[in-house]
């Protein structure tokens, strides 16, 4: 079955310096993937999307990467925030009008 | 007022107990879903439904039932309560994909639910 993996452990940075965040799957690579954001006791919030046939996507701060060899999306946050602290989950579609299937989420500290 | 919105927010239920959780929507979709989430574990998918008479299982649904009583309401049943059914409850609702539509989800706030 397909699994996707995200950095366990929380990831700690100080106010200023990029975040950056993973998200690896397995087996066959997805039609689109997705990034969320959800603070403590929250429904998670869609963020960007980005398909199969792109590489990079950006909205303000954010910017997410795609790469099908390596099985893996990365997730930036520029100029990072104390109010960027959350938990960013990411959420693979296998075709199109799929389901979504989650990662279990990384936990994202900025420190003033 | 919120798009998505989930009855009640918190509850303290025993076990072999029947409860129900209700989600309703303003956003005029079709789809709906009910997650669970626990630590560490992510969000998990019990059932789904893509239109009024479309009702489908998701990874964890033993233990569970659904109605969508119409297009906005989707609700949630524990038919026999748990300890292993506490979670944080969540669902969500998204369009019909098309051309110019994405398959973004939408979440209530969450019910939290704990089964003693």
């Known amino acids: 079955s397909q699994k996707i993996e995200q950095n366990s452990e929380a990831l700690n940075i100080q106010e200023g310096k990029t975040a950056t965040l993973t998200c690896n799957y397995t087996?066959?690579?997805?039609?689109?993937l997705q990034w969320y954001r959800q603070d403590p006791g929250r429904g998670p919030v869609f963020l960007l999307l980005?398909?199969?046939?792109?590489k990079e996507k950006r909205k303000e701060r954010l910017k997410v990467t795609f790469d099908t060899t390596l099985k893996q999306s990365l997730f930036h946050i520029t100029a990072s925030q104390p109010a960027d602290s959350a938990t960013y989950l990411c959420?693979?579609?296998?075709?199109?009008?799929?389901?979504?299937?989650f990662g279990q989420g990384t936990e994202l500290s900025v420190k003033p | 007022d919120a798009d998505v919105t989930q009855t009640p927010r918190n509850r303290i239920t025993k076990t072999g107990k029947r409860i129900m959780l209700e989600c309703s929507q303003t956003?005029?979709?079709?789809?709906m879903y009910w997650y669970r989430q626990d630590p560490g574990l992510g969000l998990q998918l019990i059932y789904y439904?893509?239109?009024?008479?479309?009702?489908n299982k998701g990874e964890i649904s033993d233990g569970y039932s659904v109605s969508r009583q119409a297009q906005a309401k989707f609700s949630l049943s524990l038919e026999s309560a748990i300890p292993n059914q506490t979670a944080l409850y969540f669902c969500?609702?998204?369009?019909?994909?098309?051309?110019?539509?994405?398959?973004?989800?939408?979440f209530g706030p969450g019910t939290r639910l704990l089964v003693l």
């Open positions: 439904s893509f239109d009024v008479k479309d009702i």
């Open positions: 956003k005029g979709h079709d789809r």
């Open positions: 087996n066959y690579s997805p039609a689109y």
């Open positions: 959420a693979l579609v296998y075709n199109q009008g799929g389901k979504l299937i």
């Open positions: 980005i398909r199969e046939n792109e």
């Open positions: 969500a609702t998204s369009a019909r994909p098309s051309g110019r539509t994405q398959e973004t989800q939408y």
